[in-house]
């Protein structure tokens, strides 16, 4: 087991490294210049000059990237070229946003998706399955960005129930902090509950067929007992797997629901990022989210071991 | 029918199941009737396809409905018609009164819970007793079955555990609660040689300690040859032929049975190729409308084509289904 | 009480001397007083200094207002003004080094007189100083590397936290030296990019006021009894930018005949994207002076649209169809604008290519001369000098048309130094007289400011340079 | 004689067992109904629109829908009817062609990487991991923004942006089917690599790559949508449905019709996709029947 | 049975396979498939490799084949090493060298026809073309007993004995010399089984082909084949002509290996000495012996020194420190119980009719 996780985090570090490079070079890739950008209005030549000097943006590119890379090896991210704070100091105060928004979102996608899907599988074919499916799929087709406007114009302009958007800490106000989540995780939330109702459908619909399951109702288990206990068992380690890489995926999906409802979290610091040329940040944010996803993969792959007493031992 | 020295456990009469979708009137299982009698052992053999799995799962009420559906009989079990049960009556019963092991000891047990929580489980489900004392009951029941170091092997998963292993705490499982009738389908076919003999003798032993009846599904004419007291061959969903081990193996009537016994290579000196059945059993579609054996017949004819022949009982206890036995009689003319 | 703030975006670094963005200059309003301030029809008045005078062209001396005091409890005096300014003229990354090139030195003169000595008369530097320039910082808390995170000034409101991309919360100044006009304990700055879900949140009741409604929303918003919708014309322009010099590109007819661009000029119809695109608040502009400014001339008002007029413009160019490249940042208004340019064009013989860029990557383009004609904004300065010469004297560093004229240079240097205004207009106007004709730019329509409020809020007087002040601001109880 | 009953018998009637197996699945139809419905409109356009989808007319901006204007009117006073089914050309096109770019470059990666292991497959898949690491979003703006914003910039994005599912999924494919006994039967009977490949893996590789497609096309023509939605995607004055909704949603309260009918549609469309997905994937799964 | 002529055209020479191991990320364990295997398959002989699951008979047939590489040893065709070809002359030699595989449903591509899978040796071996590939094609069907008619079909329209034809059909279409049947029947149902291996002998007599037969049924391998190997973890412990070995059999296991055949018929059921235990995994192989963990007649020996194998007479080969003393103790030869008279006499009767079926149907065919 052990063995196990140390192969794949070994296995993740040139994933990172490549990561490292294709962050670099993406960025490198946007057009513009970022000293114009953060010029100002003015374009001060002197000020450009300085800049360049200041955030060596003439060096060759490799030049930069082994500065800048090295710098992250001894945990440094650097200063966001906008606003100058440091960039550790910007991820950590956006993370837990989205993480909440995440989390939220997760809680949304998992108490609607298992249950139907446990539900639709064990009444396959009928047409609770059916209602169950269409459901999912149109939450699936749902474009995200249109559905978030749709709420905010409904449920806060026109019924004003909900805040539109922002984002109000918990410390500060719980019920004000759930109350301006909740429309955005369900955003987020439906086209995970989505996928996550087919997968458990599917996953449930494998399980039921197997032949340990006609060994449990041989043993006379009444079948509440065989779907809760031995069919959702089984069915778990492959969902619970597919929630992890969900989550990472979640993270990313956070960038346009964050954007629509003006969310301070990592995914509108990096689009924002993004426009306004904030090179540090962008691969800063960048970096962090794709070693947070292939941690969430290691985890998954992890828990996929571990709820599996098949590999537990074995590996 | 058969079986009749003693007062059957189980009665079957005229089962019939139909799969939905099937063209009309064909039925994978078709007037299907047997009996087995207390600690006596009843052989359903056939190849792939003819019904028995299905025929096992009806009496146990796990057969999949849909698509499956019991269209006519009765299984008569201690008093008991099984098909009008209700289902939380028959759940009762599963695991209880009778019991079932599967043919594929790999995938049969769960491998999210270790053997003893799956022995247990099934203890307690059936019976007012305390944990330690279900627990106590599982050991018991891993020694009978002659695992080594049950207690050990109690806290193990199935993976950890070989093929034959686990049928043997399938075994366990099924015979915890004692139940007094064991249905075994194919217990052995995914097992090597020499762990399906020892299967095979270990079921029969606990067998004999309890008295149980069993039905044991096989297509394996050795192991009938070992275990079985009664004998039923079924041929695409019907039985061709039934009756004691002793006189299906050394009169068989149909030529099925005749067939199938011709097809397997012996074990002393070579005698020449082997005699086959040819062609292969028709899909459901195919099905003829006479009798289902006489596509592959060689003794059929106009008559077979267009009417079954039913099951004659052509000496006390010994029936077959076809319109020509004893062959020497009809057919021994021409050679 | 609180009052929230719908911002357009996200300000940047919280340190006047380094900021460069407009909503950076709008929460400075409230957080750091200058020297002097403007009034809404563009005139100098008091703010930290009480009064201020041209020793001669090149001193200009100002008398601080006693007593003032600093976020931090720094008394505000004549020494601080020298730190600050100094501060602005030599800090490596300082951006206000070019509005006061002209400041020689600073001198204390004493604890509430300093004079600051030019190099050259300096017309623009009263407006400069009314502007992040003219901002004074605690010069104590200036030492410390992150000012720009948590600044010191001694505007009305001192800084509490900014929670980036989230909000920046200022409170009330207690010893404010004017402290009794303003009625806030706290002000929240909230930056919502998206316009729609911005005047969402206006509605929904979590924000008080807003700055910059889409102009698609202006109908609603007049139509709703529950907000109050102030709009102003502002001292900034919308144009586009024709490539005249710069590079391969300007050697287009476009580029090259200044007929064609008058053509262009008489094709479009500014009256039409006002309504359409503007909603009625877009003014059509025909010079860059706002009709705020005394620069302002009647006589080079926004032309009226004459296809024919275009066509025989053409004509007489030699040419029949033109084509050329319109590129655009990406956004709504700005689309609907190049659209409807678009179409207005093709009608008197242009076949104009829409290329909407994203922001960053059409600064640079435009630098490189890499367009044919850019739609371009500009926020406004109150001096004349700032909407005018950088644009279109040959070393403009915002000129990327890279126009040159040598009259042109010689009239706008000369008005930079001139501090009579009569004098300073007919330099002025004589400068456009051959903008006018040459027109390296043609001005579309005047930057607005349309804010929105919560009826709830009294006492708002927009500004044309787009400031919120919140001096005498309350809510209606 | 009666009895000369041929082994032909014992076999079931030939007929596509796939393609049945799709018409009897409802849904599926109904999802191929609505893909088709679009691609017709799509292609059909130029016939159909009664309004030149481009040109402004200011006397009828932002006119709700009526007996003229069915859809009505967007901010320039285009007929958004109009707008839509030349949009539907833009959004297919967006959605099949970024796929097919996917699909082209990341079929052979995951051949390759998938068929002989090793280095080349570690640095594929490293790389692949990689990808996948970035945010697809910010994968594709990066790309777009580089490329320059157009629609068929966006579709390279967003097709290089998907890539590496579909190497992921053709080098899993591919492990798989390498196991395989007929795989092996023909290198038995000598066969070359090449032919293996061409003959063995990549026809088996197909269908779950159709079926994967088939469900990327839907959210490919999310994603130009997004794209569109940033400024990124098909450019104006020319309408694809995303940068309709763009425009639109500024409009929300206004002009509600602006945003309603581009948003019913993509998600018409892909609901379509998804359900033709679905359909495939049974029927092309040989465990299905 | 054929004549056996003496020359070897296969050969394997202390073959070794190994899994696993190796590489930083690759598997700790290592699996000893196939260990120190020698042996000489002679032209025209049905040989027989038997044993239980796992103890390398597959992967000693692919070795036999290069269809993976060994770890160790030398595979040697009609007297030369085939490790030294190069791809090319490899290639060119699989046209005599066939496999036939265990499960009919994943052996054939299930997304060619029938006459594409069947036409690929011919077509890759340049063997036909055109309408001569069409009628070889044809041929090739009706020798394995299916309809030329059934070239344009898919397998998964065919039942698994017709499918296990197709793969004959497809083995014999490079006009092999050398068949290697990796459980050809196993998965098939009794009376297809016989079908297929009928099928099997008429065709090794009609182009004179050798075959290696993998099987576990010793029924089936004492009917088809001419010598057996016995193969325990990775290792042959047994070589035999398959009547002694049946008659005679020397190692313990393979004495326990025919004790545990359920015999077909009820006349004299018995309780019998069975082996115990399971077959230990073959990443830890046991040391010494690897037969000693079940044997019954195991010494302390056993556990601690390998056994060679050694010459046992008639060309007999066996790999136990005591094969002497256990020849005659206990386990007694396989005696196959008489049929009864009343079967005998349906047998022939079948027989004679079954065979009359076969002409009324299919004149051509013998
Ligand atoms: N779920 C199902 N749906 C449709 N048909 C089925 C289903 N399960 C079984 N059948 C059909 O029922 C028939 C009998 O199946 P059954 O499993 O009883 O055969 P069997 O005799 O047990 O064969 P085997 O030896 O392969 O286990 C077969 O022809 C099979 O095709
Ligand atoms: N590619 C492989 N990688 C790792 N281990 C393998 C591989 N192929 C086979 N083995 C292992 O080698 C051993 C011998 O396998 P092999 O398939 O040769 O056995 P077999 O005698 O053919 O068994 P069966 O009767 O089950 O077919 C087994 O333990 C198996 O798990
Ligand atoms: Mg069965
Ligand atoms: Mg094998």
Redesign the pocket.
């Known amino acids: 087991m052990l063995r196990y996780i140390a192969k794949r985090i070994l296995i993740a570090i040139p994933t990172i490294l490549i990561v490292s490079v294709l962050v670099f070079t993406l960025q490198q890739l946007l057009p513009g210049d970022p000293v114009l950008t953060l010029a100002g209005e003015e374009r001060d030549p002197q000020v450009l000059a300085f800049l360049r000097e200041k955030y060596r943006l003439d060096d060759p590119i490799p030049v930069q990237y082994f500065a800048w890379f090295s710098q992250v090896l001894q945990g440094n991210l650097g200063i966001s070229l906008r606003t100058d704070i440091p960039v550790l100091t910007l991820i950590l105060s956006k993370l837990p946003v989205t993480i909440e928004l995440a989390i939220f979102a997760m809680i949304i996608a998992l108490a609607i998706g298992i249950p139907t899907g446990i539900i639709s599988a064990v009444r396959k074919g009928t047409s609770v399955d059916y209602a169950a499916n269409v459901v999912a799929l149109s939450g699936l087709s749902i474009p995200n960005f249109w559905l978030g406007i749709l709420l905010i114009m409904l449920i806060s302009v026109r019924w004003k129930l909900l805040p539109a958007s922002g984002f109000v800490p918990p410390t500060e106000d719980l019920w004000l902090n759930i109350k301006t989540m909740l429309m955005p995780a369900f955003v987020l939330g439906t086209g995970l509950a989505a996928s996550l109702m087919r997968h458990t459908r599917s996953a449930m619909i494998g399980v039921m067929r197997s032949d340990y399951i006609r060994t449990a109702r041989a043993k006379g288990l009444l079948s509440h007992v065989v779907i809760m206990k031995h069919a959702l068992r089984n069915a778990l380690v492959p969902i619970i797997t597919l929630s992890t890489l969900l989550f990472g995926e979640l993270l990313a999906g956070a960038v346009l629901t964050e954007q629509i409802f003006t969310i301070p979290g990592f995914g509108k610091l990096v689009v924002d990022a993004v426009f306004n040329r904030d090179y540090a940040v962008v691969q800063g944010v960048v970096l962090c989210t794709a070693v947070g996803f292939i941690l969430m993969n290691l985890l998954a792959d992890v828990l996929y071991v571990l709820a599996n007493p098949r590999l537990r031992h074995s590996r | 029918m058969a079986a009749q020295r003693q007062s059957p456990l189980l009665q079957v009469e005229n089962l019939s199941i139909r799969?939905d979708?099937?063209p009309l009137g064909i039925n994978?299982?078709d007037n299907v009737s047997f009996s087995v009698a207390k600690g006596k052992t009843l052989c359903i053999v056939?190849?792939?396809?003819?019904?028995?799995?299905?025929?096992a799962l009806s009496l146990m009420g796990l057969l999949?409905t849909p698509?499956?559906r019991i269209v006519g009989g009765t299984a008569n079990f201690g008093g008991r018609d099984l098909f009008s049960l209700s289902e939380r009556e028959r759940a009762d019963m599963r695991g209880n009164q009778t019991a079932m092991i599967f043919?594929e000891p790999m995938t049969s047990l769960n491998p999210a819970f270790t053997v003893g929580d799956q022995i247990i489980e099934g203890i307690l489900r059936h019976r007012r007793i305390s944990k330690a004392e279900a627990k106590e009951r599982a050991l018991e029941m891993l020694r009978r079955v002659r695992i080594p170091a049950p207690e050990k092997r109690m806290r193990a998963y199935p993976h950890e555990m070989s093929g034959g292993m686990r049928q043997r705490i399938m075994i366990a499982m099924a015979l915890a609660n004692e139940p007094q009738l064991l249905i075994a389908?194919?217990p052995t076919t995914a097992l090597d040689v020499t762990i399906q003999a020892q299967i095979i003798s270990l079921i029969r032993r606990l067998q004999d300690e309890s008295g149980m009846a069993m039905i044991l599904?096989t297509?394996d004419l050795g192991v009938v040859a070992e275990v079985a007291d009664e004998v039923v061959v079924?041929y695409a969903?019907r039985i061709v032929e039934a009756g004691s081990v002793d006189a299906i193996f050394e009169d068989p009537q149909h030529p099925y049975t005749i067939g199938l016994m011709g097809s397997v290579p012996s074990l002393g000196r070579r005698q020449g190729r082997l005699a086959t059945i040819r062609g292969t059993v028709p899909s459901?579609e195919m099905m003829p409308k006479g009798c289902r054996f006489m596509p592959r017949c060689p003794f059929a004819d106009e008559r077979c084509v267009n009417d079954a022949p039913p099951l004659a009982e052509l000496e006390p206890g010994h029936w077959a289904r076809c319109w020509y036995a004893p062959l020497e009689l009809h057919r021994g003319g021409i050679v | 009480q609180t009052l929230r703030i719908g911002l357009n975006e996200d300000p940047d670094v919280l340190d006047p001397h380094r900021a460069r963005t407009f909503v950076g200059r709008i929460v400075f309003t409230s957080l750091c007083d200058k020297l002097i301030d403007i009034t809404p029809d563009l005139k100098f008045v008091p703010q930290l200094a009480t009064e201020w005078s041209w020793t001669d062209p090149k001193t200009l001396t100002f008398k601080l207002r006693s007593g003032v005091k600093f976020h931090d409890g720094e008394p505000l005096n004549a020494a601080a003004v020298k730190a600050n300014i100094d501060r602005a003229r030599t800090l490596p990354d300082s951006l206000r080094k070019s509005e006061i090139s002209s400041v020689e030195s600073v001198e204390v003169v004493d604890d509430t007189t300093v004079a600051l000595k030019l190099s050259r008369p300096d017309a623009t530097l009263l407006s400069q100083l009314s502007d992040r320039a003219g901002m004074l910082m605690s010069p104590k808390a200036l030492a410390s590397a992150d000012f720009g995170q948590k600044p010191v000034c001694s505007g009305p409101y001192k800084f509490v936290e900014r929670v980036q991309n989230d909000r920046i919360v200022l409170e009330r100044f207690k010893d404010y030296w004017d402290a009794k006009n303003y009625n806030f304990e706290k002000v929240i700055f909230q930056p919502i990019p998206d316009t729609t879900v911005r005047l969402a949140n206006l509605k929904a009741g979590n924000l008080d006021m807003l700055e910059r409604l889409a102009p698609s929303d202006v109908a609603s918003v007049k139509a709703d009894s529950s907000l109050i919708f102030a709009p102003v014309s502002g001292i900034g322009y919308q144009g586009l930018t024709i490539n005249t010099n710069n590079g391969d590109r300007s050697k287009s007819p476009l580029g090259q005949d200044k007929r064609i661009r008058q053509a262009l000029e008489y094709a479009i119809d500014r009256d039409v994207i006002n309504e359409v695109v503007g909603a009625g608040i877009f003014p059509p502009a025909g010079q860059p002076f706002p009709q705020a400014s005394p620069y302002n001339d009647k006589k080079f008002a926004a032309k009226k649209r004459d296809v024919e007029k275009a066509k025989k413009l053409l004509k007489e160019a030699g040419v029949e169809r033109v084509k050329f490249d319109l590129t655009f940042g990406t956004g709504t208004t700005a689309q609907q604008t190049a659209e409807i340019i678009q179409a207005m064009a093709a009608e008197a013989g242009f076949d104009i290519s829409l290329r909407p860029t994203e922001f960053a990557a059409m600064q640079k383009e435009a630098q490189a001369g890499n367009f044919d004609v850019n739609v371009i904004g500009w926020s406004g300065r109150v001096d004349p000098d700032g909407n005018i010469h950088p644009f279109v004297t040959c070393k403009g560093g915002l000129n990327d048309g890279r126009y040159c004229n040598q009259e042109v240079d010689r009239l706008l240097n000369e008005a930079r130094i001139t501090n009579d205004d009569a004098k300073r207009k007919e330099l002025y106007d004589a400068a456009q007289t051959i903008l006018q004709d040459e027109l390296p730019i043609i001005y579309t329509y005047y930057q607005p400011w349309p804010f929105v409020l919560a009826k709830k809020v009294q006492g708002f007087q927009p500004y044309p340079d787009g400031m919120i002040r919140l001096k005498g601001m309350k809510f209606s109880s | 004689m009666t009895l000369a009953i041929t082994e032909d018998m014992a076999l079931p009637k030939k007929r596509s067992r796939i393609l049945t197996k799709f018409l009897k699945h409802r849904s599926a139809l109904l999802g191929a109904g609505i893909v088709l419905f679009f691609v017709l409109i799509a292609i059909a356009a130029p016939l159909l629109a009664p309004f030149d989808p481009v040109k402004p007319s200011f006397s009828t901006i932002r006119k709700p829908p009526s007996a003229l204007f069915w859809f009505g009117t967007d901010e320039l006073g285009r007929d958004v009817f109009s707008r839509m089914l030349w949009g539907a050309r833009a959004s297919l096109s967006a959605g099949v062609i970024s796929v097919s770019i996917a699909v082209f470059l990341g079929v052979p990666f995951g051949l390759v990487s998938g068929y002989f292991g090793g280095w080349i497959d570690a640095v594929i898949s490293r790389s692949t991991e990689a990808m996948l690491a970035i945010p697809f979003l910010i994968f594709a703006i990066a790309l777009a923004a580089f490329l320059g914003p157009s629609l068929s910039n966006a579709m390279i994005a967003i097709g290089l942006s998907a890539m590496p599912i579909f190497i992921r999924l053709t080098r899993g494919q591919v492990l798989s089917i390498k196991a395989e006994d007929y795989v092996e039967g023909a290198r038995a009977i000598g066969l070359p690599d090449f032919w293996i490949i061409v003959r063995y893996i990549l026809p088996n590789v197909v269908p779950p790559i159709l079926v994967q497609a088939t469900l990327t096309i839907a959210s490919a023509i999310i994603a130009e949508a997004s794209l569109s939605f940033l400024g990124l995607g098909q450019q104006p004055p020319n309408p694809s449905w995303g940068s309709m909704l763009n425009t639109a949603k500024n409009f929300m309260d206004q002009a509600p019709w602006m945003s309603f009918f581009p948003g019913i549609a993509i998600f018409l469309i892909v609901l379509g996709f998804n359900l033709l997905g679905d359909g495939l994937r049974d029927a092309l799964d040989p465990r299905e029947n | 049975m054929t004549a056996v002529a003496p020359d070897p055209i296969l050969e394997g020479i202390d073959l070794v396979k190994r899994f696993g191991g190796g590489g930083l990320l690759a598997s700790p364990t290592i699996v000893h498939a196939v260990d120190s295997v020698s042996l000489s398959i002679r032209r025209g002989e049905t040989f027989a490799i038997v044993g239980e699951s796992g103890c390398g008979k597959s992967t000693l047939g692919r070795l036999l084949l290069r269809l993976i590489e060994p770890t160790a040893g030398d595979i040697r065709y009609e007297g030369r090493s085939i490790l030294s070809l190069d791809p090319k002359e490899m290639r060119q030699l699989r046209r005599e060298l066939q496999i036939i595989f265990q499960d009919p449903f994943a052996s054939l591509n299930p997304r060619m026809t029938v006459g594409d899978i069947i036409g690929e040796p011919i077509w890759l071996h340049g063997l036909a073309k055109g309408s001569e590939r069409r009628e070889r094609i044809a041929e090739l069907l009706r020798t394995v007993g299916l309809l030329p008619a059934h070239v344009d079909r898919y397998p998964h329209e065919f039942s698994g004995g017709q499918r296990q034809r197709i793969g004959v059909a497809r083995a014999l279409a490079g006009e092999p010399k050398l068949i290697i049947g990796d459980e050809p029947v196993s998965a098939l149902d009794v009376s297809i089984q016989a079908q297929i291996i009928n099928l099997l002998e008429d065709l090794k007599e009609r182009f004179g082909l050798t075959l290696v037969i993998i099987a576990h049924d010793l029924a089936v391998i004492r009917h088809m084949s001419d010598r057996v190997a016995v193969m325990y973890l990775g290792e042959i412990v047994e070589f035999s002509t398959t009547d002694e070995l049946f008659d005679n059999p020397l190692h313990p296991y393979t004495q326990a290996l025919l004790t545990a055949i359920p015999v077909p018929s009820p006349v004299n059921r018995s309780p019998k000495p069975l082996l115990q235990g399971d077959v230990p995994s073959p990443t830890a192989p046991p040391s010494g012996c690897r037969f000693h963990t079940r044997c019954p007649h195991a010494r302390p020996i056993c556990k601690e020194q390998h056994p060679s194998l050694e010459t046992a007479g008639d060309g007999r080969k066996v790999a136990c420190h005591f094969w002497r003393e256990i020849q005659n103790a206990g386990a007694s030869a396989l005696s196959a119980s008489p049929q009864s008279a009343a079967l005998a006499k349906r047998m022939a009767l079948y027989t004679s009719w079954r065979e009359r079926q076969d002409q009324v149907t299919n004149p051509s065919r013998k």
Do not use: R, Y
């Open positions: 799969f979708g099937a994978v299982v056939g190849e792939s396809g003819c019904g028995k799995s299905v025929t999949p698509p499956a043919q389908d194919e599904i297509h079924m969903g459901a």
